[in-house]
């Protein structure tokens, strides 16, 4: 990976990006909340849930990048003030999906952490007025990116100035029908000994399959993932988008409870803190 | 046109015969001060006819209807005045931060706009109005000359102050597009408390006399790419949306008002105000300031103004609490007005905090 110069480990300390209480590189994240924000009531509702139930972040889609233009595109400016109420209440740190990047500024008015989804990794004008910013990103990893195209487009981000980037791997397109994207873990692996940026995972839409979610959420915790990002509903069979994933609350406290206990172990097996530099 | 623009259209005329109507009832809580009566059968008969005559002329809805409808809006008009309320005058259209104090004081009290503060304290004097509030000072942006010179000039007393928390939100009209958003128009006091927001957005400022009045002018006018920054209350008045709320730079920005009246209060409150100017030699302002000292009363404000009455000296402004030195307060006003050259005592009064 030759041309990686701002995200490139060598002899660098593990880059930590704090939001609110939480450090990703540091503590295990845990973020979840609904696929899309869709009213007040079930957006508080899940956001209270889940924080009960042990999340650290509250994620919720204002702006939704659906691959047909028929389906719901999200409630935009009303779902970013839906997802400050939650916050106000909860005081859970919120991450939403920007797609435009007019919308960049107005966005930081409100969400903590910025998402550039995998449809628009490789949105450079999108990645460059990010950067532009001083809010911590999360880059998810394009369906058919290499891990160097990947990289590449931290580059970009680090590149305007702004250190604050998160890495997430949520499946790419292989062969495979069974599951709606194959889960890469390998590329988990292999990001954190290329960069000293943190790494994520988003079992839900790596998988597709609700039964999946907690075997691949142990996984990644497992490689080595700082992080994990779910989708979760109190009535998935009425969600908007993507009701096939999504956990209900008591499957996500049973999740975070599970990846807690797995990160303890490992973290003594690793022999103390997970934020070691690579060899 | 489709049903929705259609229907948007009909909702904004909505607001604007609420708007008229709320108008229309203030001026008859206003003529209830210059009227011995409340019944006035001539003119109620002249108003009805006049209402089904215009109704003619537009030849679609029944005069039978307007008829019915104006005796309703007559007798909601009786009923206001039927009932004693206070009327106090404040500066600005309606949604003006100076309306909000009165709410959160007392929301009983009727604001009445009025476009100038000298026009404020005018209705109290004249007992057009029974009271009036105006901003002295605020956090950010210091003391406001204009009201200072009218506390100095005019008679009229304190009788409460309210220190209200001001929350900037930017408003839109309602199918505005915020990404289309250019230029923002407001007082300028207001734009310069939230010049790092515009910076973020890259926006321009356009000062507006008024932060009320430019959402006013924004719900009648939809200038293209345009917001204004006011009270969230103006939102709601003049069908405005909010993009976003607590745009101010600084959060703790605070607007000190003052609630005044043709006459003093008496009662045991905590805070008093005085204005006065010093004869022109050294120790003139110590010796006023040691008497407080003295009598172990503490300052919370003391502010200077150029005299305009004569060029090169100063007008003090003095607020102190009084809490248990009541007793004593007509002892120590009548020694400092001993040592100045002008004593104008304001009132005593309580002050509330609405963050």
Known sequence: ?279 | MSLENIRKKIDALDHDILKLLNERAELGLRTKKLKPAIHDDKREAEILDQAKAIARAYNLLDPDFVEKAFRTIVEETRRIQGSPRTLIGFQGDHGAFGEEAVRRHDAQLVPIPCREFADVFDGVESGDLDLGIVPVENSLGGAIAEVNELLIRRDLKVRAAIRLKINHCLLVAPEANYQEIRIVYSHPQALSQCRAFLSRHQLEARPFYDTAGAAKMLAREKPKMAAAIASRLCGELYNLEVIKENIQDHQENFTRFLVLSKDDRKDAPEKCSIVFSTPHRAGALFAILQIFTEAGINLTRIESLPDRADPGNYVFFLDFQINDARANLDAILENVGHKTKMFKYLGCYREEVFA
């Open chain 1, 1 to 279: 990976m030759k041309n990686i110069k701002l995200a490139a480990l060598k002899g660098k300390t593990r880059s930590v990006v704090r939001v609110g209480d939480v450090g990703f590189g540091e503590d295990l994240v845990l973020i979840a909340g609904p696929c899309s924000v869709e009213s007040e009531k079930q957006t508080v509702e899940i956001a209270q849930a889940v924080k009960e139930g042990g999340a650290d972040m509250l994620r919720g889609g204002a702006f939704k990048p659906r691959t047909s233009p028929y389906n719901f595109q999200g409630l935009g400016l009303k779902g970013l003030k839906i997802l400050e109420k939650a916050r106000e209440i909860t005081g859970l740190p919120i991450v939403s999906e920007v797609l435009d990047t007019r919308d960049v500024s107005w966005m930081c008015e409100y969400v903590d952490v910025l998402q550039v989804g995998a449809r628009n990794m490789q949105n450079f004008s999108l990645l460059k007025e990010v950067g532009k910013t001083t809010r911590p990103v999360l880059l998810k990893r394009g369906m058919h990116s290499t891990i160097a195209e990947w990289l590449n487009c931290a580059e970009y981000i680090l590149n305007e100035g702004n250190p604050n980037v998160i890495l997430c791997e949520r499946g790419i397109r292989t062969f495979e029908t069974y599951t709606r994207n194959t889960l890469d873990l390998s590329a988990v692996a292999a990001a954190k000994e290329l960069t000293y940026l943190p790494v994520i995972v988003d079992p839900t839409h790596g998988t597709g399959k609700v039964s999946l979610i907690l075997s691949m959420s142990l996984a990644a915790v497992a490689c080595g993932a700082d992080g994990l990002i779910v989708e979760v509903h109190n009535h998935p069979e009425a969600a908007l988008s993507d009701k096939e994933q999504a956990l209900t609350p008591p499957e996500f406290s049973e999740l975070s409870r599970k990846i807690r206990s797995l990160r303890a172990f490992m973290d003594s097996l690793n022999g103390g803190s997970a934020a070691q530099p690579a060899d």
